[in-house]
């Protein structure tokens, strides 16, 4: 009986260790923040893209990182385009730089 007792208390706690360690942790919700974050800035400026009267800029792929900085990407139609979608991205909140690997390809 007392060999059962204590070998239930060694399972229980080899169980409830992991689950005690994985709550005190911060960084699931610290990540959950950050990618909350970065998703909200790529969104508005996914939004701001498609919101602009020029249809190639809808098809702008946009990547941004915890640090503020936004990765463009994808094919326009002109130079022009290249440029407005670079400032539009620049002025949305959060963004603080921007790399833009867009390539201009006529249709």
Do not use: C
């Not at 909200?40 to 939004?47: F, S």
């Not at 990182?65 to 991205?89: C, M």
């Amino acid at each position: 009986m007392k060999f059962s007792k204590l070998a239930s208390l060694i399972v229980v706690g080899a169980l409830v260790g992991p689950m005690a360690a994985y709550a005190a942790d911060e960084k699931p919700t610290a990540t959950a923040k950050t990618w909350v974050k970065d998703s909200v800035v790529t969104t508005k400026i996914k939004a701001q893209l498609a919101g602009s009267k020029i249809s190639s800029l809808a098809m702008v792929h946009v990547e941004t990182d915890a640090n503020g900085w936004v990765q463009l990407t994808g094919k326009v139609a002109t130079a022009t385009e290249k440029d407005r979608a670079e400032s539009i991205a620049k002025a949305v909140e959060g963004v603080k730089s921007v790399d833009n690997q867009l390539m201009v390809s006529a249709k």
